[in-house]
T-cell receptor, first 116, second 112 residues
Framework: QKEVEQDPGPLSVPEGAIVSLNCTYSNSAFQYFMWYRQYSRKGPELLMY????GNKEDGRFTAQVDKSSKYISLFIRDSQPSDSATYLCAMSEGYAGGTSYGKLTFGQGTILTVHP | SAVISQKPSRDICQRGTSLTIQCQVD?????MFWYRQQPGQSLTLIATANQGSEATYESGFVIDKFPISRPNLTFSTLTVSNMSPEDSSIYLCSVGLSSGQYFGPGTRLTVT
């Protein structure tokens, strides 16, 4: 069993739709949770970073963490064609001192296409 | 965040040769990481590089194959040695900051 499982997709939605991307994990030591967006032939771009259960909002993006269920989600509101990319969840146990430095374990990625 | 650059951005190499990839960060960082992303796959950590100490390698990766240097707090190199077609991947460096981990643009390597 992989430590991090991500809904593989692909997802295809119309412009303006709400998108839900999800990951589950088995390692209860994970403390830091990140979502990355990766365009074709580019490096991953950090979208959201959270370390506590609950919701964190940034513009059209909301990251949700449920540590009791070992489940994280990323919601995209009012999706745009420019949101078309691969979305990766990533998690880390962190290091002593409470930093997020540390090995990231990634999900497999979900390819999202938003069509006009 | 951090501005991270990598050189080269891409290369095509022959089997048996070596390639050194450079990673430059615009600020001093304690830890840098090197990841591999094989075609159609997610990212896998190769090693963690601290300035002034030996890199720490993940299971399945060895120093003889992927030697790493970390001469200062803004720079690191990863060498892919004695390459085979199976080494064709994107190689990415990343840095850890209090606001998260940030990635460079990657080096796309093709081994023929």
């Amino acid at each position: 069993q992989k430590e991090v499982e991500q809904d593989p997709g692909p997802l295809s939605v119309p412009e303006g739709a709400i998108v839900s991307l999800n990951c589950t994990y088995s390692n209860s030591a994970f403390q830091y949770f990140m979502w990355y967006r990766q365009y074709s032939r580019k490096g991953p771009e950090l979208l959201m970073y959270t370390y506590s259960s609950g919701n964190k909002e940034d513009g059209r993006f909301t990251a949700q963490v449920d540590k009791s269920s070992k489940y994280i989600s990323l919601f995209i509101r009012d999706s745009q064609p420019s949101d078309s990319a691969t979305y990766l969840c990533a998690m880390s146990e962190g290091y002593a001192g409470g930093t997020s430095y540390g090995k990231l374990t990634f999900g497999q990625g979900t390819i999202l296409t938003v069509h006009p | 965040s951090a501005v991270i650059s990598q050189k080269p951005s891409r290369d095509i190499c022959q089997r048996g040769t070596s390639l050194t990839i450079q990673c430059q960060v615009d600020s001093q960082v304690t830890m840098m990481f090197w990841y591999r992303q094989q075609p159609g796959q997610s990212l896998t950590l190769i090693a963690t590089a601290n300035q002034g100490s030996e890199a720490t390698y993940e299971s399945g990766f060895v120093i003889d194959k992927f030697p790493i240097s970390r001469p200062n707090l803004t720079f690191s190199t990863l060498t892919v040695s004695n390459m085979s077609p199976e080494d064709s991947s994107i190689y990415l460096c990343s840095v850890g900051l209090s606001s998260g981990q940030y990635f460079g643009p990657g080096t796309r390597l093709t081994v023929t």
